[in-house]
Antibody
């Protein structure tokens, strides 16, 4: 059974750096064509893809946020970490991580973690 | 990368069929057969319903089906049931540096 779980602070102040951890089980990020993505959803709004890290450590970012995002992985710990700098109230959202099929003629996010709500406020 | 366009809401009576459209461009939906659909109940994480335009994961009801024509993908729910009431999002691979784009979301109401 594949599971993912996001963890991190529920509240951050404007200008601070957010660090989120995705801890997963049931698959390995050292397996070819396996990736993990971060996706967020502001309250009442649509989903937005943020970043992806691949089995071979390739990294991809949303062009609108790439200057603020860093994604990394610890394969031995089955964790993926996302940092976002200079947080602003508009970054208030539920942040999800999801296993991502990223090769072999297929592409999808499945499954997703439960999500973690991050509120940006002073 | 602009969001894919979906109708804000679609409704139907139990047993009916409904179709949700997802319109992109020749750079995303039209360029790749990598459109997926996600169901999201209130307060819950999204769940994969359709991937690679028309493939259905194991465990997902065959009442859900997907298709694509040009720059528009579609999700059809047949035999609508009360449990299908939820928000639905499409997503497409883009091949650009922003790898993926999501749709604006559609609220499905079962009358």
């Amino acid at each position: 059974q594949v599971t993912l779980r996001e963890s991190g602070p529920a509240l951050v102040k404007p200008t601070q750096t957010l660090t989120l951890t995705c801890t997963f089980s049931g698959f390995s990020l050292s397996t070819s064509e396996m990736c993990v993505s971060w996706i967020r959803q502001p309250p009442g709004k649509a989903l937005e893809w943020l970043a992806r890290i691949d089995w071979d450590d390739d990294k991809y970012y949303s062009t609108s946020l790439e200057t603020r995002l860093t994604i990394s992985k610890d394969t031995s710990e089955n964790q993926v970490v996302l940092t976002m700098t200079n947080m602003d109230p508009v970054d208030t959202a539920t942040y999800y991580c999801a296993r991502t099929y990223c090769g072999g003629g297929t592409s999808r996010f499945d499954p997703w973690g439960q999500g973690t709500l991050v509120i940006v406020s002073s | 990368q602009s969001a894919l366009t979906q109708p804000a809401s679609v409704s139907g009576s139990p047993g009916q069929s409904i179709t949700i459209s997802c319109t992109g461009t020749s750079s995303d939906v039209g360029a790749y057969n990598y459109v997926s659909w996600y169901q999201q109940h209130p307060g819950k994480a999204p769940k994969l319903m359709i991937y690679d335009v028309s493939d259905r994961p194991s465990g997902v009801s065959n009442r859900f089906s997907g298709s694509k024509s040009g720059n528009t993908a579609s999700l059809t729910i047949s035999g609508l049931q009360a449990e299908d009431e939820a928000d639905y999002y499409c997503s497409s691979y883009t091949g650009s540096s922003s790898l993926y784009v999501f749709g604006t979301g559609t609220k499905v109401t079962v009358l």
